[in-house]
C-alpha cells in the first residue's frame, strides 16, 4: 500500500514539474494565442499571430519614372508643359474629356466624378533631351463646359524600341514600380482597354468659373489609384 502512494506522489510530482515547464499565457485578445517557454532560466513569449505586421500600412514603391506638369487656359487655347525622368523620345498621351453637365460641382472638385468616355481633344507630347516636354494647343471645343484633362504614359503602349530604354535587360515594363491601372481604351484590337501606366490630371472649368481661364494649374496625381 505504501508503494502505491509513493508511486501516485511521485506520479502527481511529475505531472506537477510538466506543467510548469510550459504553459499557456492567453491574452485579452482572446484570438492570440501566446506560449511562454522558459530557455535557460528566462521566460520568452512567442506570438502565434504578428499583429503589428499584419495590420502596418505596406510602404508604397516610389515610381520608376515620373512627370510634372502644369496646364495654362487662354481663351480657346490649352497648352501643356512640364518635365520628366522618362527618357528622351518617350511620347506621353494627353486627353480632354467633358463631365456631364448635371455632375455635382463638389464631385468634380475632389475627383470622385467621372467624365464622359468620348474625347474631346488629345495629344501625342514627345519628350525632349532634356527631359522637357511641351504641347502644342490642345483644342477646347465647349467654353460653357467642365473637363477633366489627363496626361499618361503607358509603357506597353510604347515602341518597342522605347520599352528596352524604360528597363534593364530581363525586365518587363509591366514590372516597373509605381504604376496604376488607367482606362485607355483604343482602336487596335490587339491592345487591352486598360493598362498599367502613370497618370496625373486636373479639372479644367467653364470659363467664367475659377480655373476656368487666363490661368496656369498643375496636375496632380491620379490614383484609382491602386
Known amino acids: 500500500m505504501n508503494g502505491k502512494k509513493q508511486l501516485t506522489f511521485i506520479f502527481i510530482w511529475l505531472m506537477l514539474s510538466l506543467l510548469t515547464a510550459c504553459r499557456l499565457d492567453f ?30 500600412p505596406q510602404k508604397k514603391k516610389e515610381p520608376a519614372y515620373t512627370f510634372d ?23 506621353l498621351y494627353a486627353r480632354l474629356r467633358a463631365y456631364p453637365e448635371d455632375t455635382s ?15 474631346t481633344s488629345e495629344a501625342y507630347i514627345a519628350v525632349k533631351s532634356d527631359g522637357t516636354f511641351q504641347s502644342e494647343n490642345i483644342e477646347r471645343l465647349d467654353f460653357p463646359q467642365r473637363y477633366l ?32 491601372e488607367i482606362d485607355l ?25 475659377p480655373d476656368g481661364d487666363d490661368v496656369t494649374l498643375e496636375l496632380v496625381s491620379a490614383e484609382v489609384e491602386q
Not at 105 to 119: G, N, V
Not at 153 to 160: D, Y
Not at 185 to 190: K, T
Not at 193 to 201: L, T
Open 185 to 209: 481604351p483604343s482602336r487596335n484590337e490587339f491592345f487591352d482597354d486598360v493598362v498599367p501606366g502613370y497618370i496625373k490630371h486636373v479639372n479644367i472649368m467653364e470659363m467664367d468659373e
Open 27 to 56: 491574452s485579452e485578445d482572446k484570438s492570440s494565442v501566446r506560449q511562454m517557454v522558459k530557455k535557460d532560466g528566462n521566460t520568452e513569449l512567442a506570438d502565434k499571430v504578428d499583429k503589428e505586421e499584419q495590420t502596418s
Open 69 to 91: 506638369a502644369a496646364v495654362t487656359l487662354d481663351s480657346t487655347s490649352i497648352q501643356l508643359k512640364g518635365k520628366t525622368t522618362l527618357p528622351p523620345d518617350a511620347v
Open 105 to 119: 460641382l463638389d464631385d468634380i472638385k475632389d475627383y470622385r466624378a467621372e467624365p464622359y468616355m468620348k474625347i
Open 149 to 180: 484633362l489627363e496626361l499618361i504614359f503607358a509603357p506597353t503602349r510604347a515602341e518597342e524600341s522605347m520599352q528596352q530604354k524604360l528597363v534593364k535587360e530581363g525586365e518587363s515594363v509591366e514590372d516597373l514600380a509605381g504604376m496604376t
